[in-house]
């Protein structure tokens, strides 16, 4: 690791370089092992030559923007963490047409789009992310999605080459997309948004915030919504109706207040997670037939 080290050092400013940095620090699940190399890349040529390095060194490395949708294993992640973030947050706005940097926060880029009267993005205000991993995920709530106004993201692929892809090529699909399929890396995104009233958006931002606030368990660490939404069904009900609002492993538990959320009420541990994860699959299939897939990427030594 000492040569993936002196490689890495000459691509990055050494204050960009952490050794052993926890995880738990950059994952709104305020849990996760250190990270063998933590970096920040300052742009995209920084950022590709980072990835070739890893490749060519054969040493594994994982993106991540705000860690929102994250669960790292105890033991940490041996590898290169790579954090696309306040880096990559610049956000240009031409009429109607709205790009942006795949480090922007969701509620700073719904909110500067509806200052200057653009609609469309009030359902992502509330989601804790980047636009990066909410394009990947084709994130959304409240009946918005980020498909219904994308009209291309710039993307990075496996072998260092930067392209860009239109909403048809993007194959944006209920938490899925070619991103994630492919393991491209999003640099920015481009929108072309309706035009509404700013009093009007903002108003609408603040109610969704409200119910959030009202509905979601905010008050302790969480990844979100835990599991995805079955086709015909919803995740939290079903948990609701097999008895296990507030089934807890350790510091680990079903939030009493919306049963979609799996909450660190202590100092929970990336091992209690999953087996509350797996513990809620099985008693969920047994009740109603229906195996509920995570929606939280899995990442790490546990």
Do not use: W
């Not at 302790?220 to 097999?242: E, H, N, Q």
């Amino acid at each position: 690791m000492n040569d993936i080290n002196q490689k890495l050092k000459a691509i990055l400013p050494e204050e960009n370089i952490v050794r052993n940095e926890p995880l738990a620090k950059h994952t709104t699940f305020k849990i996760g092992g250190p990270a063998e190399y933590f970096v920040t890349p300052e742009n995209e040529d920084q950022l590709k030559l980072v990835i070739k390095v890893c490749k060519e060194s054969n040493i594994p490395y994982y993106i991540i923007g705000k860690g929102s949708n994250l669960l790292v294993g105890d033991k940490g992640y041996k590898g290169v963490i790579i954090q696309i973030y306040k880096n990559f947050d610049l956000i240009k706005i031409d009429k109607n047409i709205v790009t942006a940097g795949a480090g922007v926060m969701l509620s700073r880029l719904a909110t500067q789009a509806a200052e200057h009267n653009l609609a469309g993005l009030q359902g992502e205000c509330g989601i804790p992310g980047t636009l990066g991993g909410a394009v990947t995920m084709n994130a959304g709530a409240y009946g918005y999605e980020i498909k219904d106004y994308i009209i291309s993201a710039t993307v990075l692929n496996q072998e260092g080459e930067i392209f860009t892809l239109n909403k048809e090529e993007l194959q944006l699909a209920y938490r899925t997309s070619i991103i994630q399929k492919n393991s491209y890396i999003v640099i920015e995104a481009v929108f072309e948004l309706p035009y509404g009233n700013k009093e009007d958006i903002l108003a609408e931002i603040a109610e969704f915030n409200r119910k959030r606030v009202e509905k979601q368990p905010l008050e302790y660490p969480s990844a979100g919504s835990t599991f995805k939404r079955p086709v015909g069904y919803f995740a939290g009900k079903l948990i609701m109706d097999s008895g296990l609002a507030g089934y807890r492993v350790g510091d680990i538990m079903i939030s009493m207040k919306h049963c979609g959320f799996v909450v660190n009420v202590g100092n929970g541990t990336a091992s209690e997670v999953r087996q509350l994860i797996e513990d809620v699959q099985h008693i969920v299939y047994e009740k109603h037939q229906v195996m509920l897939e995570p929606e939280v990427r899995i990442i790490g030594e546990f």
